[in-house]
């Protein structure tokens, strides 16, 4: 898909404008992570309302517990590794004078062995290699398979801890920090994401609406708020994500 407007240029930016960077699965798709609505994605595989929902935790815990023990298991593969366009949403982050706030829909940890700084991180639909205790609300580091027999480390209680994940009907994390930074941003980016799921897919229109800026999808193809976009580059992440940098960053 092109663009009537012209390709942003760097003169276009002053170094001093923040910039906001919404990832979705399809960042992670070149490492080994499949998607979830791609031809073989992950609700292609399963019903997300059995497994993506609390009233699906309910009905079946233990089936739940396997949906993310597989993909926690997955994910410690030595194959699942970083891509270069994780690698070049770092060298942004380090070089940009006025700031890049990355949020992520993604549960996997990427972004942060590719070098993110956690604190310019938000994992808005929490993570993977976390698990939550729901009657004492402690938050523990877990990279091992979970079952409804383990106990609170902290509480002790059976049966309370549930994966640190924000399933649907369920509020994402980290928003009131996130609409602050989309209202004061200069460029919003939005890589690999299907542009399906909100609130997500609407931080498009906060930053066009009320900061004005200037908007990109970097995604295989078209998502579903395409035309909100005043730019669009369809390719592979890994191809799109460090030439678009290398742009940003000529010239500094
Ligand atoms: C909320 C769990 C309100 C984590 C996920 C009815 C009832 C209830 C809610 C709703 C409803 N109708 C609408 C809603 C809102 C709902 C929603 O948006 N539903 C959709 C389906 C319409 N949203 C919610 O429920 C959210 N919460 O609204 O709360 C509230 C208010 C007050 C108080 C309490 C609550 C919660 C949303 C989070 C749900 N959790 N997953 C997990 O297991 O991972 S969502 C799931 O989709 C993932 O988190 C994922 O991150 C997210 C988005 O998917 P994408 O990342 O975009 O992945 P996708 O496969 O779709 O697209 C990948 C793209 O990459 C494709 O376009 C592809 O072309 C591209 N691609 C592929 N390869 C490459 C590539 N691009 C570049 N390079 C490549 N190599």
Known sequence: MTNALPEITRSDLDPEDSIVILTGAGISKESGLDTFRDADGIWKKVRLEDVATPEGFARDPDGVHAFYN????????????PNAAHEALVRLEREWPGGV??????????HERAGSSPENLIHMHG???????????VIFDWRTDLSRQDPCP????PEGLRP????????????????????????????????TVYPAAGFVQVAKLEADAHTVELNLE???GSSLFDQHVHDLASRA?????????AGL
């Open 70 to 81: 597989a993909r926690r298991r997955t994910l410690l593969d030595t194959e699942v590794v």
């Open 101 to 110: 706030l990355l949020v992520t829909q993604n549960i996997d940890d990427l």
């Open 127 to 137: 993570e993977l290699f976390k698990v939550r205790c729901d009657p004492c609300g």
């Open 154 to 157: 902290a509480c002790g209680r």
């Open 164 to 195: 640190h994940v924000v399933w649907f009907g369920e509020m994402p994390l980290d928003m009131e920090r996130i609409h602050h930074a989309l209202t004061r941003c200069g460029l919003f980016l939005s890589i690999g994401t299907s542009g």
């Open 222 to 224: 078209a998502g579903e």
């Open 241 to 249: 994500v460090p030439a678009f940098v290398d742009m940003l960053l």
